[in-house]
């Protein structure tokens, strides 16, 4: 569901920080790649495991630092599940809904048109029309009997 090749989504979040001026450092530019490449929905501590991969001296503070200024420049959502800490995908992705396996912890991506569409006319039918919306759905795996 992403909408922009890697590269190009590295290059969206450096240009948001250097906007907002905030200096590329090496450590920054390790986890922006990072960032750019998953294709899951990592929290910090995963973002900081997979970045020192790439540059050794990332710290934490620095992805936590990074991470809300790309938030607040409107290029990385936060993804907040219940029950789970906080987990981030760039905001190129076309729109999407989650769900989140309450057992593993898993988060898979999924899209429905018949589901945006009975959104859409209940809305419609209260008046009203869909300006944003998230959807998660939490889920088990079905036990075999």
């Known amino acids: 569901m992403n909408d922009l090749s890697p ?3 590295q290059h969206e979040l450096e240009t948001a920080l250097r906007g907002a ?16 490449d998953a294709e899951d929905h990592p929290d910090a501590p995963e973002l900081l495991r997979r970045a020192r ?3 050794p001296g ?10 809300a200024e790309l938030e607040a420049q409107g290029v990385v959502h936060r ?5 789970q800490s906080s987990r981030f995908e760039t ?13 593993t912890g898993e988060v898979m991506e999924f899209c429905s048109d018949r589901i945006e569409r ?11 029309e869909i ?10 795996r079905k036990r075999k009997i």
């Open 131 to 140: 300006v944003h919306h998230r959807m998660e759905l939490h889920v088990r």
């Open 7 to 9: 590269q190009d989504r």
């Open 118 to 128: 009975l959104q859409a006319e209940i809305a419609a039918e209260m008046g009203y």
């Open 53 to 55: 991969q790439v540059e």
């Open 58 to 67: 990332v710290s934490l503070s620095t992805v936590y630092r990074t991470l």
């Open 21 to 36: 001026g905030v200096r590329i450092t090496r450590q920054r530019a390790a986890l922006l790649q990072v960032l750019a």
């Open 91 to 103: 905001a190129d992705r076309s729109h999407h809904d989650h769900m989140i396996d309450v057992e």
């Open 79 to 83: 993804l907040a599940f219940e029950g």
